[in-house]
């Protein structure tokens, strides 16, 4: 007799069990219902909307473009007004504005110093235009002339950071040689034909010059000052992330690969911003100082500081991370708890007081949260609460733990070295002096009546 041959006739009369619909997310009681969308009200969109066009116009891009527009329709003007086009175009003014186009920076400092190099070369290949046309004038001699100067300055143009030079050079001499050979107006001489076009050139020279000052300047020193302090703040919250993400939560719980990427883009932007940082404090050494020389030394020490806490941040991640599950039991023990508390409490107050400081140009206080005091603490108890205990520290699963405990001093390490750099560019509260010689006094006090206690606990 021949088993039974199952044909799947009834496979689809079959109701699907309620792990099935689990695993497949159909089931009616795991799904609750998606509730209807609301209408937003027509008021509120069109107030949105005008809130990303204002957002839009207000972004750095926006500005500049409405500057250069406006530099060239000022420039460009004469040229639609009657009574003024024919003395527009007797002076060739239109070469002011394509001026404007070639020089105008985006960076006032970078504008200043580009615009006293740009009039060194707008000098530079008018008097080598006027020269080829004093040799005769003949077309070979204009070529020769500016072959010799192409050899020149190309190879400024591509071997050194001044390569807009090379441009504003060979406009001039196209300007002054070519132009007033093609097109010369009746009566003129040469003499007065190179004064116009040289004139013409400084004065879009100095339009440009006067809309980066006047009209939304961007100075590189105000907006390093906000972006190194930005970056200070964001390495306290990435330090709160890590102790709270991957220290404090449940033990029992693996780190989700979302923690890890979130981990790992702040990461990412935080490099970026320092990078950022660096190339702002090169647009610094072209600005001139007229108070005083900007101290630029400091503020490249002060971002190499905040990449060496990145890197040490990154370093504590790794040990966090890696951390066995009973060394973590042990490191957030409830009777160590308050005094790691403490220690994270003082870093983070301390990266926010300096970012807050460096932003908004306010003296430090005399004397901040000591976050070395919090961890000599912790390590007091932690050694403590050690003696009590049978186990021993000299294992291997240990590692991650005295990677993090190394991680830790040299941040506080770091930040101590960063608060002595912003304290020389923000200065110190007007009183900071008096509370610091008061407090010396009562030290050496309390010392000669043997009666004070340092950290390690000596006279």
């Known amino acids: 007799m021949l088993p039974p041959v199952y044909d799947g006739s009834n496979y689809k009369s079959r109701e699907p069990s309620i792990i099935s619909n689990h695993e497949s997310g159909r089931s009616d009681i795991e799904a609750p219902a998606v509730p209807p969308r609301m209408k937003i009200p027509f008021n509120v969109r069109v107030r949105f909307v005008v809130w990303r066009i204002s957002q839009a116009l207000s972004s750095y891009e926006c500005k500049f473009t409405i500057k250069m527009a406006l530099a060239v329709f000022v420039l460009a003007l004469p040229a639609y007004i009657p009574s003024s086009q024919e003395w527009y175009a007797s002076v060739r003014g239109q070469w002011a504005a394509v001026t404007v186009i070639a020089i105008m920076n985006p960076t006032t400092g970078g504008t200043i110093n580009g615009s006293l190099w740009r009039v060194v070369g707008t000098l530079i290949g008018s008097f080598m235009g006027w020269a080829a046309i004093a040799a005769n004038g003949g077309p070979y001699v204009i070529v020769l002339f500016g072959f010799i100067l192409s050899l020149i300055f190309f190879y400024v143009h591509l071997a050194t ?19 007033g050979r093609v097109n010369p107006l009746p009566g003129e001489t040469t003499e007065m034909m190179v004064l116009k076009r040289t004139v013409t050139m400084i004065v879009g020279i100095g339009v440009a ?3 980066s000052w006047l009209l939304w300047p961007f100075v590189a020193r105000h907006q390093l000052k906000k972006s190194l302090a930005d970056v200070i703040y964001e390495l306290g919250e990435y330090y709160a992330f890590i102790i709270s993400a991957f220290l404090y939560d449940d033990i029992h719980r693996v780190h989700s690969p979302d923690d890890i990427k979130s981990c790992e883009k702040q990461e990412r932007t935080l490099q970026r911003a320092i990078v ?6 090169k647009l610094t050494l ?3 100082g007229l108070k005083a020389p900007f101290p630029t030394d400091f503020y ?22 890696d951390m066995p599950v009973e060394v973590r039991r042990k490191t957030i023990n409830p009777s160590v708890y308050l005094y790691r508390r403490d220690m ?14 460096l932003k908004a140009k306010q003296p430090l206080p005399a004397y901040m949260p000591s976050a070395r005091l919090a961890r000599i603490r912790l390590m007091n108890r932690r050694r403590e609460h050690h003696h009590d205990s049978t186990d021993t520290m000299v294992q291997f699963k240990y590692l991650t733990w005295f990677a993090m405990a190394s991680s830790s001093e040299e941040i506080i390490e770091e930040l101590e070295h960063l608060t002595i750099l912003i304290r020389y560019i923000t200065g110190e509260s007007k009183n900071s002096h008096l509370v610091r010689t008061s407090g010396v006094r009562l030290q050496e006090r309390q010392k000669c009546n043997r009666g004070f206690y340092d950290v390690e606990g000596n006279f």
Not at 344 to 357: I, M, N, R, W, Y
């Open 161 to 179: 950071s001044y390569n807009r030079v090379c441009i504003v050079v060979m406009t001039a001499f196209e300007i002054v040689a070519v132009a």
């Open 209 to 211: 010059l006067i809309f």
């Open 276 to 281: 950022a940082c660096r190339e702002l404090l």
């Open 286 to 288: 072209h600005e001139p």
């Open 300 to 321: 490249d020490e002060m971002i190499t500081s905040t990449q060496n806490l990145l890197d040490r941040l990154c370093n504590l991640k790794c040990a966090v991370v």
């Open 344 to 357: 994270t409490a003082a870093l983070l107050l301390h990266f926010h007081t300096l970012s807050v400081s």
